[in-house]
């Protein structure tokens, strides 16, 4: 390995043989600045040699994902401990990008946690640990320390603060009684010098010496930060008042700078902390919802074991009133639940055998019996909650500006009071220019603006959570305000999904028979139409015929083989592409299919044998939601693969603007990129498998909850309600927080940017600056704390 090159060793995923192996290499090869690529099938592993300044770690992961195969990365979440501001959090970020193999890093100043993503193959947490230290500051693994932990410690934290603040207010009370005698003119109250000095000592190098650590930690690290700034503002104050007093000068002293701006910024990050400390209410409310217990049914006997305890496929009793421990199926009685704190919805669902219940959601009447299906963090509170943990630990594009700024805003400010020091030393005097000078330090605050965006993001993901809205990352919270069109499923999105048999006509008039048969060849289905006719059969009692061979063609319907006969069940194209003579029954059809009707015609080569009419029903409110999406100027689009007829007479009922029929699956992404090369911004809403690569090609992509596990993974929002109203609501959502990053914002840069000047030219008393500099971040975070009133707004609410 040459000098200047890296070596790193990446997992691969999905490879299979030997030509698998060749193709990693060959294309690994192929980027500018990759000097060797060796690719192990039996490890599972690629050896990269490439130059950093030709290539980087990202586009080697680009080249294997282009290539069709995957890298195995990991993610872990660190508890930061020691940063103060945005600076700091810039610093610990900085520090861990430079770890060989760190993918992406983000460091959240309002959490004080750390996501970082890295290539386990060359990474150890340990090194994540190693590189935060090595910054100044601290870090453990969050996934070793539990919340309980997490919350005593933090109460320390805040213990320890308000002690410190009280050491220090007990001090500033003769101080700021000193200080209101010079303003006063009378000078009622003046202590001794040497008085002075001993207790300016007691709180500068006591409850003051944090920010002179942090200011030593940050510039030995080659940075700055807020500690920076409080450190040279109050030993400025100190060391020149000490001189004066040594040289035995009594007027002029400027103690009371020292000891009430340290008190005063305490208590701004007393108050601070109080407040953070609420923004993350929503995942202690998430946390405090779990069952604590379960009662086992063992050998016809019940046993209370605590829920850690709970097994798959353990039969569990529920009686009225509690809590539904574990995700499950109920295998024995009726019920209703109250899901609110799953879906936001206040009305209780009836449940019986074989319906599924989620841990966490209230039993109201009845007791039942459930079998245990999905425990520990795999069931759906522990998904909601990391969920919406990873969103609050995530960065909103808008972010990027705070950083960019924070980033070079302490040398800025430290060179703003040289020149104020300079310029009023040699026009005014030197006191005046130590006390402006001074004031500048201590008015400026970087801390606002960290806390600006990601105090906003973790109340408004935690309401969203609330309100049965998840959502994945900032990013896509912060993209659904831009949306400007939105592209509905039809199937269980703008429907309900589960369609009903409206008409049943036979050629030959067996209606049954032609029941039996269709029904039969449905078995192999999973589409709710086909379903939709499975469930007739079952109401009529017809028996059905063995299934021997079964194929779905999608866009066009199936082909199944029954009674050793081959059987086409399907629409227009495909009774025309196998040559069946329906058109004498063409008129009926088409009027089914102008009522919303989803016709299916059966026949076998040359022979037709009728058709079954399906009919999907609106959801209730539907309709509704589409009018609000477009009272809100978004564009409603519907997608389906029903036949245009069908489709109109669907969209027509909603009210959509425009209708997407007789799409087949693999082309609902093309259609979705279609509206984005338009310029528009496209939020694609669906519930299937069939719709995860759409819901993965729009710019946010929406999953009904009540949909399939894949269209959720492939959506960075879930709605857990099936309900299009939602939708409406998660862009309020979004729009409410941005407007609330965008105050926060306004104020702390209208607050920076109006009193730098103003401690510039003298006119603000250190005392003053310092109470001023304490506020601002609370104000910040206060500001964020209104986004917790946020409401969803329905017309017809």
């Known amino acids: 390995?040459?000098?200047?090159?890296?070596?790193?060793?990446?997992?691969?995923?999905?490879?299979?043989?030997?030509?698998?192996?060749?193709?990693?290499?060959?294309?690994?090869?192929?980027?500018?600045?990759?000097?060797?690529?060796?690719?192990?099938?039996?490890?599972?592993?690629?050896?990269?040699?490439?130059?950093?300044?030709?290539?980087?770690?990202?586009?080697?992961?680009?080249?294997?994902?282009?290539?069709?195969?995957?890298?195995?990365?990991?993610?872990?979440?660190?508890?930061?401990?020691?940063?103060?501001?945005?600076?700091?959090?810039?610093?610990?970020?900085?520090?861990?990008?430079?770890?060989?193999?760190?993918?992406?890093?983000?460091?959240?100043?309002?959490?004080?946690?750390?996501?970082?993503?890295?290539?386990?193959?060359?990474?150890?947490?340990?090194?994540?640990?190693?590189?935060?230290?090595?910054?100044?500051?601290?870090?453990?693994?969050?996934?070793?320390?539990?919340?309980?932990?997490?919350?005593?410690?933090?109460?320390?934290?805040?213990?320890?603060e308000f002690n410190a603040f009280l050491f220090g207010a007990i001090i500033s009370i003769p101080f700021l009684l000193q200080m209101i005698s010079d303003f006063s003119g009378y000078s009622f109250f003046m202590m001794p010098g040497p008085l002075q000095w001993v207790l300016a000592t007691l709180v500068q190098f006591t409850i003051g010496w944090r920010f002179i650590r942090g200011a030593y930690n940050a510039l030995r690290g080659g940075s700055a930060n807020m500690d920076v700034l409080v450190a040279l503002g109050t030993l400025a104050a100190y060391l020149y008042s000490t001189v004066l007093l040594f040289l035995n000068i009594r007027h002029g002293l400027y103690f009371e700078a020292s000891v009430v701006v340290i008190t005063l910024i305490i208590l701004g990050k007393l108050l601070e902390a109080k407040a953070k400390g609420r923004t993350s209410n929503a995942i202690k409310k998430l946390m405090g919802l779990k069952a604590k217990t379960a009662h086992l049914v063992r050998n016809g006997e019940t046993v209370e074991i605590p829920i850690e305890e709970v097994k798959v496929g353990d039969l569990l009793l529920v009686k009225a009133g509690e809590k539904v421990p574990v995700d499950g199926e109920i295998v024995e009685g009726r019920t209703s639940i109250d899901e609110s704190m799953l879906t936001g919805e206040s009305l209780p669902v009836e449940k019986g055998v074989g319906d599924p219940v989620t841990g966490a959601t209230l039993n109201k009447h009845g007791s039942f019996t459930m079998k245990a299906t999905r425990v520990g963090s795999e069931t759906a509170l522990a998904q909601i909650i990391r969920m919406v943990e990873e969103a609050q630990g995530s960065k909103a594009p808008i972010q990027s500006l705070a950083d960019a700024?924070?980033?070079?805003?302490?040398?800025?400010?430290?060179?703003?009071?040289?020149?104020?020091?300079?310029?009023?030393?040699?026009?005014?005097?030197?006191?005046?220019?130590?006390?402006?000078?001074?004031?500048?330090?201590?008015?400026?605050?970087?801390?606002?603006?960290?806390?600006?965006?990601?105090?906003?993001?973790?109340?408004?993901?935690?309401?969203?959570?609330?309100?049965?809205?998840?959502?994945?990352?900032?990013?896509?919270?912060?993209?659904?305000?831009?949306?400007?069109?939105?592209?509905?499923?039809?199937?269980?999105?703008?429907?309900?999904?589960?369609?009903?048999?409206?008409?049943?006509?036979?050629?030959?008039?067996?209606?049954?028979?032609?029941?039996?048969?269709?029904?039969?060849?449905?078995?192999?289905?999973?589409?709710?139409?086909?379903?939709a006719i499975l469930e007739r059969a079952r109401e009529k009692n017809i028996s059905l015929y063995q299934l021997t061979n079964f194929e779905a063609i999608p866009g066009y319907g199936i082909r199944a083989t029954i009674n050793d006969e081959e059987l086409f069940v399907g629409n227009k194209k495909l009774m025309d592409r196998e040559e069946i003579p329906y058109r004498p029954h063409l008129s009926r059809i088409e009027e089914l299919e102008g009522k919303g009707n989803t016709v299916m015609m059966a026949g076998k080569k040359g022979i037709f044998l009728g058709y079954v009419a399906v009919a999907d029903t609106v959801k209730e409110t539907s309709a509704q939601a589409i009018q609000e999406l477009k009272k809100m100027g978004i564009q409603v689009i519907m997608i389906t693969g029903d036949n245009a007829r069908t489709a109109k007479a669907i969209g027509d009922e909603v009210g959509v603007d425009r209708i997407l029929a007789e799409v087949l699956p693999e082309h609902k992404a093309l259609e979705v990129e279609k509206l984005k090369k338009e310029g528009k911004r496209v939020a694609m809403v669906g519930d299937g498998i069939n719709?995860?690569?759409?819901?993965?090609?729009?710019?946010?992509?929406?999953?009904?909850?009540?949909?399939?596990?894949?269209?959720?993974?492939?959506?960075?929002?879930?709605?857990?309600?099936?309900?299009?109203?939602?939708?409406?609501?998660?862009?309020?959502?979004?729009?409410?927080?941005?407007?609330?990053?965008?105050?926060?914002?306004?104020?702390?840069?209208?607050?920076?940017?109006?009193?730098?000047?103003?401690?510039?030219?003298?006119?603000?008393?250190?005392?003053?600056?310092?109470?001023?500099?304490?506020?601002?971040?609370?104000?910040?975070?206060?500001?964020?704390?209104?986004?917790?009133?946020?409401?969803?707004r329905h017309q017809g609410a």
Not at 36 to 58: F, G, I, M, Q
Not at 461 to 483: C, M, Y
Not at 742 to 766: D, E, M, R, S
Request: aromatic residues 6%.
């Open 405 to 531: 700024i924070s980033g070079v805003f302490v040398p800025i400010v430290i060179g703003i009071a040289l020149v104020t020091f300079l310029l009023t030393y040699f026009f005014v005097d030197f006191n005046a220019a130590l006390i402006s000078a001074v004031a500048v330090l201590v008015i400026a605050c970087p801390c606002a603006l960290g806390l600006a965006t990601p105090t906003a993001i973790m109340v408004g993901t935690g309401k969203g959570a609330e309100h049965g809205i998840l959502i994945r990352s900032a990013e896509h919270l912060q993209l659904l305000k831009e949306v400007n069109a939105v592209v509905l499923d039809k199937t269980g999105t703008i429907t309900k999904g589960k369609p009903e048999v409206t008409e049943l006509f036979a050629a030959d008039g067996e209606e049954e028979e032609l029941l039996r048969r269709v029904a039969s060849a449905e078995q192999g289905s999973e589409h709710p139409l086909g379903e």
């Open 691 to 792: 719709d995860a690569p759409a819901l993965a090609a729009a710019d946010v992509g929406i999953a009904i909850g009540t949909g399939t596990d894949v269209a959720m993974e492939a959506a960075p929002i879930t709605l857990m309600r099936g309900d299009l109203l939602s939708i409406v609501e998660s862009i309020q959502l979004s729009r409410a927080t941005m407007r609330k990053i965008y105050q926060n914002f306004f104020w702390a840069f209208g607050y920076n940017v109006v009193l730098i000047p103003v401690a510039a030219f003298g006119l603000l008393n250190p005392v003053l600056a310092g109470a001023a500099m304490a506020m601002s971040s609370v104000s910040v975070v206060t500001n964020t704390l209104f986004l917790n009133r946020w409401k969803p």
């Open 1 to 160: 390995m040459t000098e200047g090159t890296k070596r790193i060793t990446l997992n691969i995923t999905g490879m299979t043989c030997a030509t698998c192996a060749t193709r990693v290499e060959k294309n690994l090869g192929k980027i500018e600045g990759v000097s060797l690529s060796n690719v192990n099938l039996a490890s599972e592993k690629a050896t990269v040699v490439y130059d950093p300044a030709k290539t980087n770690l990202e586009a080697l992961i680009q080249q294997v994902q282009k290539t069709g195969y995957g890298v195995l990365e990991e993610k872990v979440d660190l508890i930061i401990t020691g940063m103060t501001c945005a600076a700091c959090a810039n610093r610990v970020e900085k520090a861990l990008k430079k770890v060989d193999g760190v993918l992406r890093a983000n460091v959240n100043l309002a959490s004080e946690k750390a996501s970082v993503t890295f290539i386990p193959a060359q990474t150890q947490i340990s090194q994540l640990v190693a590189a935060v230290e090595k910054a100044g500051y601290g870090a453990k693994p969050a996934a070793d320390v539990s919340p309980r932990t997490e919350e005593e410690e933090r109460e320390k934290r805040y213990r320890r």
